[in-house]
Nanobody, 119 residues
Framework: QVQLVESGGGLVQAGGSLRLSCLASGSVRNINIIGWFRQVPGKQRELIAAITAAGSTNYVRSVQDRFTISRDTPKNTVYLQMNSLKPEDTAVYYC?????????????WGQGTQVTVSS
């Protein structure tokens, strides 16, 4: 089992920055990929960034060049640095982990953290 806890959400003005953290515990050695998702009420949860155990990263186009996913392996923590935030970035942000590549869905999920960007 893997437990994930997100932190770092909050209220920020447009153009500002936030850094989200995802702390993993439990059987972390089995994790191959950690992704950051976000969800707006009434819409599907969206994968916006992911990082593999090998360090490969991927981003959805809407956040590329503004968001950066990184990891601190000794701390079992993955970060999402969000810059140049826009009101449309407002959502609940979740981190999730999978032993594979998440192709069939991510197995482990955090509880989510709210990010609100005011205009």
């Amino acid at each position: 089992q893997v437990q994930l806890v997100e932190s770092g959400g909050g209220l920020v003005q447009a153009g500002g920055s936030l850094r989200l953290s995802c702390l993993a515990s439990g059987s972390v050695r089995n994790i191959n990929i950690i992704g950051w998702f976000r969800q707006v009420p009434g819409k599907q949860r969206e994968l916006i960034a992911a990082i593999t155990a090998a360090g490969s990263t991927n981003y959805v186009r809407s956040v590329q060049d503004r968001f950066t996913i990184s990891r601190d392996t000794p701390k079992n923590t993955v970060y999402l640095q969000m810059n140049s935030l826009k009101p449309e970035d407002t959502a609940v942000y979740y981190c999730a982990a999978d032993q594979g590549y998440g192709t069939y869905g991510y197995e482990y999920w955090g509880q989510g953290t709210q990010v609100t960007v005011s205009s």
